[in-house]
């Protein structure tokens, strides 16, 4: 077809085109209009909720909302000064410097000397210095904005205690199945037809969302214009499933490994080796795992099972040897045995009490029978004077004490009656009773 604008001579302007508007993603389209259409946070939301009460009380403050990507926060903060006739102004720490916080606070005082307050976004707030925060702190206090932040971090440690000492946190949860299923049928009510979607692929194309509403309705953007239905193994082919949730420099990595852990300490293998190969899946560094499992097997199992830490070694070694993905399977394995193996923490708390102690006790010396005389001097002092070579006495034990003389015997190490620790306890209190019979005898 010939272009309208083709007969106009070169020498004369051209009229410009009207650029046709670009479209718009369905997850804008979808954005929720009132603070009644956001799904999943009804605890923040509903009447009983902290920002229910707050907007009955017609009494805003400053929030930080803490949750995982894909939840509502940029529109909840919308919704807010819409609800509460503030303007509306957002930033994103990553790409604010001073000089654009200065125009912004600039802004929001005139705002306010025309009777208007200012309600300031600001996304990934805790990419923000210690100085940068604390630059919000007077207009927080003075009323020129209403400060609400957005953080996928946990804020306790990435937000100055001045800063949170001024707004509430308000955590916003990972959206569950069947809110992200409402989320879908809203879609297929706006695009006017259903998904062309089998209904394990429909539950699949949820899972492969992870808890996130815009990653789903991006997810629904990319299939919508199938013509033919999709299966399970279709969709898989399709779609690329979202990466899952894990920063090995933040949260999720302090999150994970603790459950790792605590699964292990709990003695579920299954749960254990699920969170194991979760941190795997998200890049985390095998060799950081088999330190931590190596880790627990001190701390967790110790002398219930002595075998636990030489397992746990030799699957590190494997791993080193191997690599992966194959070195993987001796660090599950070693895993699998941890959470099967009794538990014990007797020599983790006798190592902190013997350390308290050695730390209140540091100047007192050993008893003199215990201290080597090289010298005619040492020996006139009394030093070696009644030792005992436990070698030359019967069952080798000359029950002797070993503590500083002004000290006196303590008991730090109590074995538990589970695994080889059982057998343990029963030399200890055999030892502790052959103790005082040979101090006794000794005394008469």
Not at 122 to 139: C, G, S, T, Y
Request: net charge negative; proline share 6%.
């Amino acid at each position: 077809m010939a272009d309208l604008f083709d007969n106009i001579p070169a020498s004369e302007p051209r009229p410009k085109r009207e650029a046709a508007p670009a479209p718009r993603p369905l997850a804008d389209r979808l954005r929720p209009a009132r603070l009644a259409e956001v799904v999943g946070q009804e605890h923040v939301l509903g009447a009983e909720g902290p920002l229910g009460h707050m907007l009955a009380d017609g009494n805003l403050g400053s929030i930080v909302f803490w949750g995982p990507p894909g939840v509502g926060k940029t529109t909840i903060a919308r919704l807010l000064a819409d609800a509460t006739d503030l303007a509306f102004v957002q930033i994103s720490a990553i790409f604010t410097g001073v000089a654009d916080l200065r125009k912004i606070f600039d802004a929001a005082r005139l705002r306010r000397q025309n009777g208007r307050g200012t309600l300031l976004f600001v996304d990934e707030i805790h990419r923000f210095n210690k100085a940068q925060q604390d630059a919000f702190l007077p207009l927080m206090e003075d009323g020129t904005i209403v400060l609400v932040g957005a953080t996928t971090e946990n804020p306790s440690f990435e937000l100055n205690a001045a800063l949170l000492s001024r707004a509430r946190v308000l955590t916003l949860r990972r959206l569950g199945p069947e809110m992200l299923d409402l989320l879908t049928e809203r879609a297929e009510a706006m695009l006017g037809r259903s998904l062309p979607l089998t209904a394990e692929a429909r539950t699949q194309l949820i899972e492969m969302a992870d808890g996130d509403g815009r990653a789903l309705l991006n997810l629904i953007e990319q299939i919508a214009p199938e013509t033919a239905t999709l299966d399970a193994a279709a969709l898989s082919a399709r779609l690329s499933r979202r990466a899952a949730l894990f920063d090995k420099s933040g949260d999720g990595h302090y999150n994970l490994i603790s459950a790792l852990h605590k699964s292990v300490r709990g003695s579920d293998p299954d749960a254990a080796l699920y969170w194991f190969a979760r941190m795997l899946k998200g890049g985390e560094d095998p060799r950081f795992l088999a330190r931590r499992i190596t880790r627990m097997s001190i701390e967790d199992i110790g002398l219930a099972d002595p075998m636990a830490q030489r397992l746990c070694l030799d699957a590190w070694a494997t791993y080193e040897r191997l690599g992966s993905p194959e070195g993987e399977l001796a660090l599950a394995q070693a895993v699998i045995y941890l959470a099967l193996a009794p538990k014990s923490n007797a020599a983790y708390v006798a190592f902190g009490d013997a350390a308290r102690a050695a730390e209140r006790t540091g100047s007192l010396a050993p008893p003199k029978h215990i201290l080597n005389a090289p010298t005619r001097w040492m020996k006139e002092e009394g030093f070696g004077a009644g030792y005992v070579y436990d070698h030359d006495t019967p069952n080798a034990f000359s029950g002797r004490d070993y503590f500083p003389e002004s000290m006196g015997p303590v008991s730090f190490y109590a074995p538990t009656e589970f695994g080889a620790e059982r057998d343990l306890r029963k030399r200890m209190v055999s030892l502790a009773e052959e103790r005082v019979r040979l101090n006794q005898s000794e005394a008469e």
